[in-house]
């Protein structure tokens, strides 16, 4: 999955609790992307950005936040965790120069 | 935006080639037409994307119809590892924030 590393790997959360999810890569890709994927289903995008400094939502961005400080890293908020966000998450990257969008590995959340 | 329509599910036997068929009736002049697969619960990986010509890369070749209504993805020789949901997907554009709309994919097994 080229150079894009999600972290953690595994988490589980009270209902109420904050965490954010963590995306780094090492491509300089411009754009980046977080798709959340629950049981027998397709990835829905969440939220997406075009660049540092710019942010915006996807299909469903309730209850999540994000920051594009720099190109790298695209952190992913969870402000008051709700069992309906228990589902997998991916962060996704592309290049300027092609329409190759790359996945991480994927981060297991399971809210109670 | 434009859906995708896949068959459930489908076998192959080892070696021989694998031709998953998509159907994408409502798609649009610029819209491109991607590939991925996932393995169990890994990241989705890229497989090949076009707009209108066939294309052919390492892993798969990519036939679409003139009209662009339809297209077929082609594994030459199928192996056991190519076992997983195949995800036809046409990509939207940038009001929808380029998102990639997974549908329910097809999940193609591949039998010795």
């Known amino acids: 999955n080229a150079g894009v590393t999600q972290t953690p790997k595994f988490q589980v959360l009270k209902t109420g609790q904050s965490m954010t999810l963590q995306c780094a890569q090492d491509?300089?890709?411009?754009?980046m992307s977080w798709y959340r994927q629950d049981p027998g289903m397709g990835l829905r995008l969440i939220h997406y950005?075009?660049?540092?400094?710019?942010?915006d939502q996807g299909e469903v961005p309730n209850g999540y936040n994000v920051s594009r400080s720099t190109t790298e890293d695209f952190p992913l908020r969870l402000l008051s965790a709700a069992p309906s966000q228990t589902s997998v998450y991916f962060c996704a990257t592309e290049g300027n120069s092609g329409n190759t969008i790359y996945f991480g590995e994927g981060s297991w959340l399971t809210v109670v | 935006d434009a859906k995708t329509t896949q068959p459930p599910s489908m076998d192959c036997a080892e070696g021989r080639a694998a031709n998953l068929p998509c159907n994408h009736s409502?798609?649009?002049?610029?819209?491109?037409v991607y590939w991925y697969r996932q393995i169990h619960s890994q990241g989705p990986q890229y497989i090949i994307h076009g707009l209108k010509n066939n294309e052919t890369n390492e892993m798969a070749s990519l036939i679409i119809t003139e009209d662009r209504k339809s297209s077929t993805l082609i594994l030459p020789h199928a192996t056991l590892r190519d076992t997983a949901v195949y995800y036809c997907i046409v990509r939207v554009g940038p009001d929808s924030g380029y998102a990639l709309n997974f549908g329910k994919g097809t999940s193609l097994l591949v039998t010795p």
């Open positions: 491509m300089n890709h411009e754009y």
């Open positions: 409502t798609i649009s002049g610029n819209e491109y």
């Open positions: 950005s075009v660049g540092a400094g710019i942010t």
